[in-house]
């Protein structure tokens, strides 16, 4: 099981799914109680946009889809949706549907656009750096720290999404933006080593999952992040010993995890509708 540790570039995959997987999973707490879970898919792709136009003219590696994502974040945190007809995820949704295709009309005038498409939803952690792993850390470490420090503002924001009163929060709120600008800037980062899906895995199906599985907010968090590192532990273990590509096996790893978590959930409800008729 520990074998892969045995070659460098294991070992660098793995601490850049560690380092991936722990603020992703904890942002993706609020994305799931935000009711937002399109807004990682939409910024991971605005991102991917950035990264193709800037393949396009040849310059701006690096800055371009910066500025985008962080263009594309604050843009989202503006969106407060007072008709009750329409929902956040819609506009979200176009967001994401608008940079797809604009990023493939992008890549087919690459001379790879095939293998470039894969890379941008799947990414190649296989092949990254410590360069680009401290890069990566430090930007987390320092998102991590703002969160932590107002940790409060952000899950009472969250809260108030959850209980339907976002509406309250006006037009701009400082909270919410610095919320977006964080997520932004995680995701450009993530995406550029992770590749979108993995990505939008790893904000998605923890928090998920570690709602399914309790129901304290702590400890929505602590499982939320375990089951990060174990999907990233497992996936690349299971692309080391069958050949499969890294990024589709952190994901498939994440899936299982997920039906696991389903049927715990399933199973626990059964059991106590049963002991609720036999109390009665």
Known sequence: MFEMFQLP????AFAAAVITGILLSYMGVHVVGRGIVFVDLALGQISSLGVAFAAFIGTGVTSIPLIFTLSGAL??????IRDKRLKQEAIIGIFYAFASALTVLLISKTAHGDSDIQEVLFGNILSVSWSQISSLGIVFGAILVVQLVFFK???A???SFEHG???MIGIFNVWNFLFYISIGLAIVFAVKINGVIP????LIIPAVSAIMLTKNKAGVLIIAMVISVLGGFFGLN???KYDFPAGSSIVAVLGGIFL?????RIIKGIVSKKAVVESH
């Open 260 to 264: 696991i978590a389903s049927v715990y």
């Open 153 to 155: 503002k952000f899950f």
């Open 9 to 12: 570039f294991m070992v660098q």
């Open 238 to 240: 299971f692309s080391f």
């Open 199 to 202: 990505v939008f895995s790893y």
């Open 165 to 167: 009163v976002n509406h």
């Open 157 to 159: 924001l969250t809260e």
């Open 75 to 80: 843009l989202m945190s503006f969106i407060n």
